[in-house]
């Protein structure tokens, strides 16, 4: 079955100091790829999404990038935080390009910048 | 442009009754309709999709959406809440044709009382 992991859960980061969160997922191949934002427990913004390798969509200009070293690795980055970038950080895949296509989330990871 | 409106910041109900979650929806063209369910501090879990045919659609845990395309509608339901029911709900939105992203709802708080 496939799985996918999101780490850390939890982050608390200084203003300016640079961010990685990883995403990967298991038992599937050339899976899209996205990642989401949800401030203060509601709404989901659609960050970045990917349809393979190297292929990032970037949906939202802002202080975060997106890349995909291999085909089941997501990361998403910044070089220096801003308060407003805290949030819930969603990673998610589905299996076919397409808009049929269910996606299926990770846990999340709680990120606080102070 | 695609998009979601869920009308309700909250929706109330007691255990055992039938609850309504609303969602209505716009895009240029056919969509594709999904319900979500979030519990706290957790990433988002598949209910229910429609993409054609019946309009009636049944998902997880005793869900089930009605797509009714003259009110571009796609409220969420289910017979008898449950406490445990109690979670965030979202809906979202793609468009029938080549690759579209989700677009989703801020989502709907429900609440059920024992």
């Known amino acids: 079955s496939q799985t996918i992991h999101q780490w850390p859960a939890t982050l608390v980061q200084p203003v300016g100091s640079p961010l990685s969160l990883e995403c990967t997922v298991e038992?599937?191949?050339?899976?899209?790829l996205y990642w989401y934002r949800q401030a203060a427990g509601r709404g989901l913004q659609l960050l970045f999404y990917?349809?393979?390798?190297?292929?990032i969509s970037s949906e939202v200009p802002q202080n975060l990038s997106a890349s995909r070293p291999q085909d089941r690795q997501f990361i998403l980055s910044s070089k220096k935080l801003l308060l407003s970038d805290s949030g819930f950080y969603l990673c998610?895949?589905?299996?076919?390009?397409?808009?049929?296509?269910?996606?299926?989330f990770g846990a999340g990871t709680r990120l606080s910048v102070l | 442009a695609q998009s979601v409106a869920q009308p309700e910041d909250q929706v109330n109900v007691a255990e055992g009754n039938p609850l309504t979650v609303k969602c209505t929806y716009s895009?240029?063209?056919?969509?594709?309709l999904f319900w979500y369910v979030q519990y706290p501090n957790r990433g988002l879990q598949f209910l229910l999709k429609?993409?054609?045919?019946?309009?009636l659609v049944k998902g997880s845990y005793g869900f089930e959406a009605e797509f009714n395309k003259s009110q571009t509608s796609f409220h969420l339901k289910k017979p008898s809440a449950l406490v445990s029911d109690s979670a965030l709900y979202f809906c979202?939105?793609?468009?029938?044709?080549?690759?579209?992203?989700?677009?989703f709802g801020k989502g709907t708080m429900l609440l059920v009382s024992p």
């Open positions: 998610a895949w589905s299996t076919l390009a397409g808009a049929r296509n269910i996606q299926y």
């Open positions: 038992g599937t191949s050339n899976p899209n």
């Open positions: 990917s349809v393979g390798i190297g292929q």
């Open positions: 895009v240029s063209g056919n969509p594709y």
């Open positions: 429609y993409i054609t045919g019946d309009n």
């Open positions: 979202a939105v793609s468009l029938n044709s080549g690759y579209s992203t989700l677009t």
